[in-house]
C-alpha cells in the first residue's frame, strides 16, 4: 500500500522554516499590536493539558519546543509522549 505522505527527517532547515512560519502568524493574528488579554492579566498563570481526541500515532509534538522557544514566553513544557508513539483517546500527549 503506497503512502499518502512523504516522511520528513528533523533537521536545522525544517526547524527554520518552522519558526518562520511561527513568526509569520504571530505578525498575522496581532497585526503587530498586542494581545491585549496579555498585557491586562501581566502576572497571571495557567497551565494546559494537551489530550488526544482519539486513537492514532502521534505526529507533530516535535515541533512543539520550537513553538514555545520561538513565542519566548514562560512556558514550562512536559512533553509526555513521541512522534510515532501508538496512543490511545484521552492520552496525556504534554503539558504546559
Do not use: C, N, Y
Request: hydrophobic fraction near 55%; avoid cysteine.
Amino acid at each position: 500500500m503506497a503512502k499518502d505522505f512523504q516522511q520528513l527527517h528533523w533537521d536545522a532547515a525544517i526547524e527554520d522554516d518552522l519558526r518562520a512560519l511561527v513568526r509569520l502568524a504571530v505578525r498575522e493574528d496581532l497585526d503587530r499590536q498586542h494581545d491585549w488579554t496579555t498585557v491586562a492579566l501581566p502576572d497571571a498563570l495557567g497551565s494546559a493539558a494537551m489530550v488526544a481526541r482519539g486513537p492514532g500515532v502521534v505526529a507533530g509534538l516535535r515541533a512543539l519546543p520550537v513553538f514555545v522557544d520561538e513565542m519566548q514566553a514562560a512556558i514550562d513544557l512536559d512533553l509526555r509522549a513521541t512522534d510515532g508513539d501508538k496512543i490511545a483517546a484521552g492520552a496525556l500527549l504534554a503539558q504546559l
